[in-house]
């Protein structure tokens, strides 16, 4: 029996194991954050995943993209860089289905990230900070090319991450609403806009809006990317993409605050940061419906004090916190 058939909404579903219960996030209206009455904001909660990001959803759809290819057996060690989130839904897969995890990651994330790898029994391996993802993404290329040992999914390149959207997340979200007006997520790998655009418009037509929420460069929000840093990851496929709005990083961690204090939405930075994108495209638009995504829960940024701290102290810290 397939998850949809048993599926037993609200409660959830019933699911063989936590796998299979990975998606089918709730989407949930912001009328306090709505600019206009005639507009409808609503957040698709990825936090609500297993390991508390959207990455499960495309970290499943790679090890199994691979399984079914026959390029991974058990005991294979995956290789993936990564700024956490992909690592972290990597680790719990990895540690299900046998395989031995090694991520290459920025050395300046959060705490709580190195130790919820850990805890999934993933090996890190550090890259300089100052470089960002693209620092991992050329470590890990090097370390592939050295050692034929390594699979690396590479969820730059590997179509199965946009497909992971395009067979779930976009169809969760035309089962909920007729018609989208604009579809808002945050540009990291560019998986979760190039599914979502794909499938949507193959629904909506042009009606629907595919907006990309980009950091400015030089101020890294953590999980999101600068195309102006120079690497357009190849899954990518510009034409989809109907805008590209940059964010501060101040208005990135202003708008992460008004999620959780107007709306109780306790997400992460990068969510804050496409919250804003799509309130300013909510404010815009006379009628209808605005999607954005909650890439992430806040529990793995708390020690960066964004949560508790007053403002003002915040938003003058080193932008390299929030990488
Ligand atoms: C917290 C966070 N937000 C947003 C994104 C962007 O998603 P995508 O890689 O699908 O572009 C990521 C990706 O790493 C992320 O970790």
Same mark, same amino acid.
């Given at each position: 029996?397939?998850?949809?058939?048993?599926?037993?909404?609200?409660?959830?579903?019933?699911?063989?194991?936590?796998?299979?219960?990975?998606?089918?996030?709730?989407?949930?209206?912001?009328?306090?954050?709505?600019?206009?009455?005639?507009?409808?904001?609503?957040?698709?909660?990825?936090?609500?995943?297993?390991?508390?990001?959207?990455?499960?959803?495309?970290?499943?759809?790679?090890? &199994?993209?691979?399984?079914?290819?026959? /390029?991974?057996? +058990? !005991?294979?060690?995956?290789?993936?860089?990564?700024? =956490? *989130?992909?690592?972290?839904?990597?680790?719990?897969?990895?540690?299900?289905?046998?395989?031995?995890?090694?991520?290459?990651?920025?050395?300046?994330?959060?705490?709580?990230?190195?130790?919820?790898?850990?805890?999934?029994?993933?090996?890190?391996?550090?890259?300089?900070?100052?470089?960002?993802?693209?620092?991992?993404?050329?470590?890990?290329?090097?370390?592939?090319?050295?050692?034929?040992?390594?699979?690396?999914?590479?969820?730059?390149?590997?179509?199965?991450?946009?497909?992971?959207?395009?067979?779930?997340?976009?169809?969760?979200?035309? &089962?909920?609403?007729?018609?989208?007006? /604009?579809?808002? +997520? !945050?540009?990291?790998?560019?998986?979760?806009?190039? =599914? *979502?655009?794909?499938?949507?418009?193959?629904?909506?037509?042009?009606?629907?809006?595919?907006?990309?929420?980009?950091?400015?460069?030089?101020?890294?929000?953590?999980?999101?990317?600068?195309?102006?840093?120079?690497?357009?990851?190849?899954?990518?496929?510009?034409?989809?993409?109907?805008?590209?709005?940059?964010?501060?990083?101040?208005?990135?961690?202003?708008?992460?605050?008004?999620?959780?204090?107007?709306?109780?939405?306790?997400?992460?930075?990068?969510?804050?940061?496409?919250?804003?994108?799509?309130?300013?495209?909510?404010?815009?638009?006379?009628?209808?419906?605005?999607?954005?995504?909650?890439?992430?829960?806040?529990?793995?940024?708390?020690?960066?004090?964004?949560?508790?701290?007053?403002?003002?102290?915040?938003?003058?810290?080193?932008?390299?916190?929030?990488?």
């Amino acid at each position: 029996m397939s998850a949809r058939e048993l599926q037993n909404r609200p409660c959830g579903g019933r699911y063989v194991d936590v796998l299979q219960s990975i998606g089918n996030t709730p989407i949930v209206e912001l009328k306090r954050l709505s600019p206009k009455p005639g507009v409808r904001l609503w957040a698709k909660l990825e936090s609500r995943n297993p390991t508390g990001s959207v990455k499960d959803r495309v970290a499943r759809s790679m090890i &199994e993209d691979a399984e079914e290819k026959g /390029a991974i057996s +058990a !005991g294979q060690v995956i290789l993936e860089p990564t700024s =956490g *989130n992909t690592g972290i839904s990597l680790g719990m897969i990895c540690k299900l289905r046998g395989y031995p995890l090694k991520v290459v990651m920025p050395d300046n994330v959060t705490p709580e990230r190195t130790q919820l790898l850990q805890m999934w029994g993933a090996e890190i391996v550090f890259s300089e900070g100052a470089k960002g993802s693209n620092g991992a993404v050329e470590l890990a290329l090097e370390l592939a090319a050295s050692d034929s040992r390594y699979y690396m999914p590479y969820q730059y390149g590997n179509e199965a991450n946009p497909l992971a959207h395009y067979n779930g997340t976009a169809v969760e979200i035309l &089962e909920e609403l007729d018609q989208v007006a /604009a579809f808002v +997520a !945050g540009l990291g790998t560019g998986g979760t806009l190039m =599914g *979502n655009a794909r499938r949507l418009k193959e629904a909506l037509g042009d009606s629907v809006k595919i907006v990309a929420a980009e950091p400015m460069q030089g101020e890294p929000v953590q999980g999101l990317r600068s195309l102006d840093d120079g690497f357009i990851p190849p899954i990518i496929d510009l034409s989809l993409l109907d805008r590209k709005i940059f964010v501060t990083n101040s208005d990135a961690i202003v708008w992460t605050r008004k999620l959780l204090d107007e709306e109780g939405i306790f997400a992460g930075v990068s969510s804050g940061a496409i919250a804003r994108v799509a309130a300013r495209i909510a404010g815009e638009l006379d009628e209808g419906n605005v999607v954005f995504i909650v890439a992430d829960d806040g529990w793995r940024y708390l020690s960066s004090g964004v949560y508790t701290r007053p403002l003002e102290e915040i938003e003058n810290l080193e932008s390299t916190l929030w990488w």
